[in-house]
């Protein structure tokens, strides 16, 4: 499952003629990024939700051999990041799925990430495993971070005014049992990654290599150059 559906606000103005996921970084654009490690990790079928530019989304994801590529139309309502998820359920089918943001970038360390994902989920004790970035040295990230990672790989949420070490990288395998008793309409993913935790039943994996942020027009100079010193 791949979002591609936000408004990319933050990502103005660049968003204002073209969905975020279009945005090129380093010459290519940051859903062929994604769609890309997917392909790298044996992933043949994605589901991507749109909404924003709907259009120029699909016609960009035409010319895409692999992954197959299957639309979940949003535009006549935006769900949210749990939202879209949901909606896109019957495409998914009942095995866990990789999850993964569509402005999402890292360069992997000696094992692809999403790799060591897969053979770290547990459905038997997980609903979800999250890849997780430290707060310190991603670049483009200056929060407060969103987890905290007992040594066993359980999380737990950052409340409200604590600092938290590690930051969701966007990329996550999730089971279908994680949606059970989701609302209907639209909703953020956050809300059901809670009460994973409160189940305990929520886990994370440290990123290995390094996490790029790309939460503004300043952030993909920043990311290039990383990228260029990751690949020369």
């Known amino acids: 499952m791949v979002l591609a559906a936000g408004l990319g606000t933050r990502m103005r103005p660049l968003t ?31 589901v991507v939700n749109v909404h924003h530019f709907a259009q120029q989304m699909q016609q960009h994801l035409a010319h895409r051999r692999y992954p197959q590529v299957v639309i979940s139309d949003e535009r006549g309502l935006l769900l949210g990041t749990g939202g879209g998820v949901r909606k896109a359920l019957p495409e998914l089918g009942d095995a866990p799925f990789f999850h993964i943001n569509s402005d999402t970038i890292w360069i992997d360390g000696s094992r692809p990430n999403l790799m060591r994902l897969a053979d770290t989920f547990d459905t038997a004790a997980m609903d979800a495993l999250l890849l997780l970035a430290p707060t310190t040295g991603s670049v483009g990230y200056a929060g407060r971070g969103d987890f905290t990672m007992a040594p066993d790989g359980r999380l737990r949420q950052r409340a409200e005014h604590e600092v938290a070490p ?30 994973a935790a409160q189940a305990r039943r929520l886990y994370g994996l440290r990123l290995e290599g390094r996490w790029m942020h790309i939460g503004s027009p300043e952030a993909i100079a920043a990311a290039e150059a990383v990228i260029r010193a990751g690949t020369s």
Do not use: M
Request: charged letters at 20%; a positive charge.
């Open 16 to 46: 204002d003629k073209l969905p975020k996921p279009l945005v090129k970084v380093a010459g290519r654009a940051l859903i062929d990024h994604v769609l890309d490690r997917l392909a790298e990790a044996g992933v043949v079928r994605a």
């Open 166 to 195: 590690f930051v969701f990288a966007g990329a996550a395998i999730l089971s279908p049992a994680l949606f059970r008793n989701a609302p209907t309409g639209e909703f953020p993913l956050g809300a059901l990654f809670g009460h």
